[in-house]
């Protein structure tokens, strides 16, 4: 079964910084590809940083130069370092994950992330 667990979520002030971490089992971590996203109150859920399974990363506009998604295999775990912290980065933050042949997709419960001005 697989589980991808998020946690590090929090309060911050703007300009501050967090470290979400996605802990992720079940799954071939090696040759999965992983992803945070987030949703805000009534919003869609967007897409914010991506690695596929050989490293390649890309990032929303506006996090770029920001935020860096990380994974560490041996520990199976993905982070999601977010620096310079903006109200806007107030969200859900869920981690995802595709892998197998058949990509499958697979989602995290989410962790709150609140930025006050």
């Known amino acids: 079964q697989v589980q991808l667990v998020e946690s590090g979520g929090g309060l911050v002030q703007a300009g501050g910084s967090l470290r979400l971490s996605c802990a992720a089992s079940?799954?071939?971590?090696?040759?999965?590809?992983f992803g945070w996203y987030r949703q805000a109150p009534g919003k869609q859920r967007d897409l914010v940083a991506y690695?596929?399974?050989?490293?390649?990363?890309n990032y929303e506009d506006s996090v770029k130069g920001r935020f860096t998604i990380s994974r560490h295999s041996a520990k199976r775990m993905v982070y999601l370092q977010m620096n310079s912290l903006k109200p806007e980065d107030t969200a859900v933050y869920f981690c995802?994950?595709?892998?197998?042949?058949?990509?499958?997709?697979?989602w995290g419960q989410g962790t709150q992330v609140t930025v006050s001005s």
């Open positions: 995802y994950a595709k892998t197998g042949w058949r990509q499958i997709e697979f």
């Open positions: 079940g799954i071939a971590f090696s040759i999965s590809a």
């Open positions: 690695e596929n399974s050989g490293g390649v990363t």
